[in-house]
């Protein structure tokens, strides 16, 4: 069976659909998406067409699943936008350290969009390259995503060959992986210092404490302007008083949100909550 063409009404449906469970916006330009990702299923499900499979979806968890790991964009790398990491590396972990008091530091870090978990070992490798001595910290990296596949992924911190290149040089893949047969797999100290769970920015947030710096890149482009507006919301409520929150290179907060300064560090950018917060 090939891959059928979606219909008007098809289309319709399935992004209405996909933002109810996932708040990502799909234009009338994105058809072949749908086709793309969601065709093979409709494929593999027996489904007549992509009404059926939008049914089977409202009744089976599974297949919802299915969908929402088909629909997301995990493109992702290690490093990816070197900047955010050298102004995390040379500006806000140091002023975080400057800011600690006593024997037993601690560091709370949330990867809001953690896909297959190359940005929080991303995070995990500068820390330990900055710190290098790791013991007197107490580190929480938090990585949350709504895919299960890739929370799943991410949580073993396993590799193929052509994802450990993306972004890594020799010497850090050599130093931070061990090789498995045809798998590259993240070091268990740097493991350690993570743990992923599946996570829907959409929904009401789980009881994950507060964070001094928070990752939330290339995510909420997906999103309209009023989901942008609540989700950030609720992330300055996950902030720490002197927390820092990231985002894409490409995305502003100007318009979003008010409960943010925008900070500039060597032509990178930045936000911490305003004062009156």
């Not at 409709?42 to 939008?54: G, Q, S």
């Not at 995070?123 to 007197?136: F, G, H, W």
Request: aromatic fraction near 10%.
């Amino acid at each position: 069976m090939t891959i059928p063409k979606i219909k008007a009404d098809e289309f319709t449906c399935l992004a209405a659909y996909v933002y109810d469970i996932s708040g990502i916006v799909l234009d009338d330009s994105k058809g072949y998406l749908i086709e793309s990702r969601l065709g093979p299923l409709v494929v593999e499900l027996d489904c007549r067409d992509y009404l059926v499979l939008c049914e089977l979806a409202r009744t089976d968890a599974r297949v919802r699943g299915r969908i929402v790991d088909a629909i997301s964009t995990n493109e992702t790398s290690f490093f990816r936008d070197a900047a955010p990491f050298e102004l995390f590396k040379h500006k806000i972990v140091p002023d975080h350290i400057d800011r600690q008091n006593g024997p037993s530091p601690t560091l709370n870090i949330w990867s809001a969009a953690s896909s297959t978990g190359q940005e929080v070992y991303s995070i995990a490798i500068t820390l330990k390259e900055l710190l290098v001595d790791l013991s007197p910290w107490r580190i929480r990296i938090v990585g949350t995503d709504i895919s299960e596949a890739a929370v799943a992924q991410a949580s073993a911190g396993r590799y193929n060959q052509i994802e450990i290149q993306r972004g890594l040089t020799d010497d850090k893949r050599h130093q931070y992986f061990e090789i498995q047969g045809n798998v590259w797999c993240i070091q268990d100290e740097l493991r350690a210092m993570a743990r992923f769970q599946q996570f829907n920015l959409l929904s009401e947030f789980p009881p994950l404490g507060k964070f001094d710096i928070i990752f939330c890149r290339n995510v909420a482009i997906y999103f309209d302007i009023e989901t942008r507006m609540a989700l950030f919301d609720r992330i300055a409520n996950q902030l720490n008083r002197n927390g820092v929150l990231l985002i894409g290179s490409t995305e502003s907060l100007l318009g979003i949100s008010d409960r943010f300064s925008r900070q500039e560090y060597h032509n990178s950018v930045y936000y911490s909550l305003r004062e009156d917060q």
